[in-house]
């Protein structure tokens, strides 16, 4: 397994965000991750990706313990994410934008920059070679000049895919892929996160959209309140009592 959460616990106060999660991620796998709002899923990617500290429980990242890493190590380590909310730089260029997210995690040191000028020009022109290849991958390369805030919601999207990236992750979380794009971008979408998958990144996905999960997913866990409710391919997702209960519910 790449990933796996043991027990994994998060309380805010009173409130048990993420109660006794287990979970995993096999190697090459398409993973999503579904449940009403507020059941803890953006949570549950914080904790395993070190953003918050977990109340109690254990991580492993490709068979090491990983729970007490900072996120930036986490991240070295292979496994990058998006967020909920879009992050990007709004003035800057979708090329500059994705060099960022490049430098984030192969910082050249303010040493090296001081003492090894060439060797820094040569890491440069790596970097940008690294963000056009990645704009291709997502579709933006004849987008790298233009400002992020010019681009449309959905290749707003695409370009903070390609910010986690292009440091070649092993392990890819992205947080509701698909909110607030219509049906058609959804689609591309879709054959975006397949192409990505298929490239060889494991993908792990909160998603709300029950057809983008179904059609995307090999396994699916699904949260209420917190708790693990159940765990197993898109088709005993479908049929499983307690999920469609959880789903109605809430409504
Ligand atoms: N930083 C925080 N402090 C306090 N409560 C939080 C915090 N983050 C999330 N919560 C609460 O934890 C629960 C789970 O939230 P979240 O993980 O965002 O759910 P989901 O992503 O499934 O909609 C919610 O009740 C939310 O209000
Ligand atoms: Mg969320």
């Known amino acids: 397994m790449l990933l796996e959460a043991h027990r994994l616990s998060k309380s805010f106060g009173g409130l048990r965000a993420v109660d006794e999660v287990d979970f995993t991620v096999a190697a090459g796998s398409i993973t999503g991750i579904i449940g009403p709002n507020g059941a803890g899923k953006t949570t549950f990617f914080n904790l395993i ?135 058609e971008q959804t689609r591309g979408l879709i054959a975006l996160i397949e192409a990505i998958a298929a490239g060889g990144v494991t993908v792990c996905l909160i998603e709300h959209q029950m057809q983008v999960v179904m059609h995307l997913c090999d396994r699916i866990m699904v949260l209420d309140y917190g708790k693990k409710i159940a765990d197993g391919t898109p088709e005993e997702i479908r049929q499983d009592p307690a999920v469609l209960e959880a789903y109605l519910g809430h409504k």
């Open 49 to 183: 990706s070190r953003a918050l500290p977990a109340t109690s429980g254990r991580i492993t990242f490709d068979g090491q313990d990983v729970t007490g890493l900072q996120a930036h190590e986490i991240a070295r380590r292979g496994l990058a994410r998006t967020f909920q909310a879009t992050t990007l730089f709004a003035d800057a260029t979708a090329l500059d934008n994705v060099l960022v997210g490049y430098r984030q995690r192969t910082k050249a040191g303010l040493w090296d920059a001081l003492i090894r000028s060439g060797r820094l020009a040569r890491e440069e022109r790596e970097a940008e070679a690294a963000a056009r290849d990645t704009l291709a991958v997502v579709g933006l390369a004849d987008l790298a000049d233009r400002q992020a805030r010019n681009l449309t919601q959905e290749q707003q999207k695409r370009l903070a895919m390609a910010l986690a990236l292009v440091a070649r992750p092993r392990l890819l979380l992205l947080d509701e892929p698909s909110a607030g794009i219509n049906a």
